[in-house]
């Protein structure tokens, strides 16, 4: 599919997985406002070994979508699958995580999707997650961000999910998830969120940002 000289491609072959890296270096990485808060990354496009297996191991889900200008990769949504079992996994895994920064995001996130429970919920097994939405800052402004998550939607759909979720961290990822219509199912303020060692908000990003939403969009069967 074109859009404006985009070219969007599905599933991500393992000859751009390092592309995709060091598009995430330069734009996820360094902007998400919960790892500006706790400074995760030390600088743009310096990456974070812990961060960067996470979305390995997604880009191998295939589920994810690049946008490519010319072979560059100029947008992403690293797309995944999880099932309750991988949840559970993934919060222990996290629990005994020795990095304090990463544990603290990946905690907080964890947490909160287990406790509203949405395998229980809309009685599903595995999830399609969109867990990474980002976009070149000199390509933005063109809607490539809504394509991605609209086609996110449909490769969730054509691949048998019951379910399609999006983990909002960002006012502009809010943004574009109320704009595709999806149904918001739980919200947790950043300031209500306290470090257990100091008592004090364990996230405080510049504004717009002001907390956690997680999206969801229910396909109906056939």
């Not at 790892?35 to 880009?59: F, I, M, Q, W």
């Not at 222990?92 to 429970?117: P, V």
């Not at 257990?196 to 990003?205: C, E, L, M, N, V």
Request: some cysteine.
């Amino acid at each position: 599919m074109m859009s404006s000289n985009i070219d969007f491609v599905c599933p991500v072959e393992a000859d751009l997985y390092e592309a995709v890296m060091e598009h995430l270096r330069l734009t996820f990485f360094w902007e998400e406002p919960l790892n500006v808060c706790v400074s995760l990354c030390e600088a743009r496009g310096s990456g974070h070994p812990k961060l960067e297996a996470v979305c390995l191991d997604t880009l191998q889900d295939g589920l994810s979508i690049v946008a490519l200008s010319d072979g560059k990769v100029v947008g992403c949504a690293l797309n995944g699958s999880q099932s309750r079992q991988q949840l559970d996994e993934a919060i222990e895994q996290t629990y005994a995580e020795t990095d304090k920064k990463f544990r603290g995001i990946f905690a907080m996130l964890y947490e909160n999707n287990r406790e509203i429970n949405l395998f229980g919920k809309y009685n599903v097994h595995d999830i399609f997650e969109c867990r990474i939405l980002s976009v070149d800052p000199e390509y933005r402004g063109r809607g490539i961000a809504r394509i991605l998550l609209d086609q996110s939607i449909q490769e969730a759909q054509l691949r048998g999910f019951k379910l399609f979720k999006v983990d909002a961290t960002s006012a502009i990822s809010q943004r574009i998830c109320k704009s595709r219509g999806l149904t918001l199912e739980h919200e947790l303020l950043y300031a209500d969120r306290l470090d257990p060692d100091t008592g004090k908000p364990a996230f405080a990003p510049p504004p717009p940002h002001f907390g956690l939403q997680i999206y969801t969009q229910l396909f109906q069967s056939e």
